[in-house]
């Protein structure tokens, strides 16, 4: 099939329906991308809808009422989306994500989470199958998820203040019910739940401590995320960009902490345990400690589009060779060379990029957050 690409104007981002080989042998396997990075995490985006409009995410300026989500016959179904897991854990995924926009508000995705937990890597055993919820739908969900094979939930909270947790969410919806979502989700199984806080400077840091102090003790691990400059809409600054180096350091003050190993390559948070016992914390310095260099994890958007980075401008149709009557072996071998050829870095590059870039009209835009999913 002749790689061809898809013009703008149908499509929300640049991307290119990915070439069939000429011979399809079964799949190889795992694979490695140019950089020796295997591929091991897929995150999958099952809705660019979101109830909640946080403004480093989806500010309510530029994601109003007029704003043309995608509809429902774009978006990949539960069985198009089984089928590609599948193909992807033959080459080695055996981590999946679904997040967003808001899954939980993707209609019944339970039973995408049903279908997904029949899955098995090459060795047998079953995914590692999590989701990342703004917490809003979690605590009426919670059981049926977990009934259908959910191993755990991330919560994203960002503040314990109500004021500041309205404000940032931007649609007035009040902490408690996230803090009980997080409470069921934990009653149900669906633990150690992570908590996400993406920290803004000047916003929400006056809240780091507290939120510790809550969490500690709790058995939910508290993350910390350095705000990223992620898509083209958030009007992203260093300077409300706190260095994950001040967290701890906040939290030293406050609390004894101590750096742990990391579990596995590739983990995005580093670790720090309290030193009285009381459980452990992370920090994610996307921004200020790159970590491109042990990065294995691919994105599926919505309507079936494959990224490589947080950053990229440009996605592989995989949703064309779904709805053309590729094979599974066609897909499965258009797949690999993808990955194969992968030298996305663009954290560790940021530095070095002209910021005027972005302001360049002309130049291709970054996905968005909530379209191809945190
Ligand atoms: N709606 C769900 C939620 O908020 O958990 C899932 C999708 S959201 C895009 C996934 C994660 O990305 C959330 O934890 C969110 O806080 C994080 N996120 C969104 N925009 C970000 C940004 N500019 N910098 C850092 N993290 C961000
Ligand atoms: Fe929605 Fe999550 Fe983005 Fe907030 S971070 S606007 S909850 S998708
Ligand atoms: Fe991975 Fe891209 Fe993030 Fe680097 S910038 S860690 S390559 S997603």
């Known amino acids: 099939m002749p790689e061809r690409v898809i013009p703008l104007a149908d499509q929300r981002y640049a991307a290119a329906v990915p070439r069939i080989p000429e011979s ?3 799949p190889t396997g795992r694979v490695i991308d140019r950089l020796g990075r295997p591929l091991r995490d897929l995150r999958i985006s099952v809705t660019d809808r979101c109830n909640f409009r946080c403004s480093y995410c989806m500010p309510k300026e530029l994601f109003g009422k007029d704003y043309a989500f995608l509809p429902h016959s774009s978006l990949l179904s ?3 989306i089984t089928r590609l897991t599948r193909l992807f854990v033959a080459h080695g995924v055996g981590k999946i994500r679904l997040t967003g926009g808001e899954p939980l508000l993707r209609k019944n ?15 047998g ?5 999590t989701l990342t919820t703004n917490g809003s739908l979690l605590a009426r969900k919670a059981q049926a998820l977990k009934d259908a094979g959910l191993a755990r939930v991330t919560v994203s909270l960002d503040a314990l203040d109500d004021m500041v947790f309205r404000r940032m969410n931007d649609v007035d919806f009040p902490v408690a019910d996230v803090l009980r979502a997080i409470d069921r989700a934990m009653e149900v199984g669906l633990g150690p739940v992570k908590v996400n806080m993406v920290v803004k400077r000047g916003t929400n840091d006056h809240e780091i401590v507290r939120m510790a102090r809550h969490f500690r003790g709790s058995g939910a691990v508290l ?6 400059d992620v898509g083209a809409s958030n009007g992203w600054r260093m300077d409300e960009v706190l260095p994950s180096k001040e967290v701890i350091a906040r939290l030293q003050a406050e609390f004894g902490l101590e750096p742990l ?7 995005t948070a580093q670790r720090w345990r309290y030193m009285d016992g ?20 691919a994105r599926l958007s919505t309507e079936g589009k494959l990224f490589l980075c947080l950053f990229a401008t440009r996605g592989h149709d995989l949703r064309a060779l779904l709805r053309g009557g590729c094979s599974d072996e066609q897909i499965s071998a258009a797949i690999a060379p993808i990955w194969q050829q992968r030298d996305d870095r663009y954290s560790e590059l940021r530095s070095a990029l002209p910021r005027e870039h972005d302001a360049d009209a002309a130049a291709p835009k970054r996905v968005e957050m909530h379209y191809i999913g945190g």
């Open 24 to 26: 399809t042998p079964p």
């Open 78 to 80: 539960f069985e198009e």
């Open 109 to 123: 995705v339970e039973e995408l989470v049903a279908q997904l937990s029949t899955l098995r890597t090459p060795e």
């Open 125 to 129: 055993k079953p995914l590692d199958l």
């Open 223 to 228: 993350r910390f995320i350095e705000y990223m």
């Open 261 to 267: 190993q990391a579990q596995a390559v590739g983990e």
């Open 278 to 297: 009381a459980g452990e914390i992370g920090v994610i310095s996307s921004v200020t400690q790159a970590f491109c260099r042990d990065c294995n994890r």
